[in-house]
């Protein structure tokens, strides 16, 4: 059979080729879909590492202190997280730790109840893996970020 000079030969894909191909394809967002799942995996892991890491390693540093220092470093503690006002900071601070309480009488303006009215405290704020945020001191019922 003779060609003519202009005519085109196209190669049309069998069924065998064209299935190879959709297997192919298919196979190939098998394996993007595997990709991002382990992915997915991979920093959900990573994300209960470092907040359990904050938890466990970290303590929340009443343990130094005794007697009254030890109640005011507590008070702090149970009012820390109300005082950081934005849901953000709160997100962020998995774990507070009391630094330094410093007895300072009568220079601290306090709830009635509260044993804080002569002392100033100073905490220090972590998030994920123990990275050390912000700091902020209280004295009486005000908070200062530092």
């Keep these: 059979m003779a060609r003519n000079a202009g005519e085109q030969f196209i190669l049309k894909p069998g069924p065998l080729e064209q299935n190879g191909q959709r297997a192919g394809a298919r196979r190939v967002k098998v394996i993007k879909l595997l990709e991002l799942l382990i992915l997915l995996a991979m920093l959900g892991i990573m994300l209960v590492v470092g907040f359990a890491s904050t938890r466990l390693l970290i303590s929340d540093g009443v343990e130094q202190f005794s007697g009254a220092e030890r109640a005011a470093a507590e008070d702090v503690l149970g009012w820390a997280y109300t005082w950081a006002d934005h849901p953000i900071e709160r997100a962020l601070s998995l774990k507070i730790q009391v630094k330094a309480v410093e007895f300072v009488p009568g220079r601290c303006p306090a709830r009635a109840f509260s044993t804080l009215y002569n002392y100033r ?21 005000q908070l200062e970020w530092q």
């Design 121 to 141: 405290v100073a905490l220090r704020f972590y998030t994920l893996f123990g990275i050390p945020t912000w700091t902020a001191s209280i004295c009486g019922d």
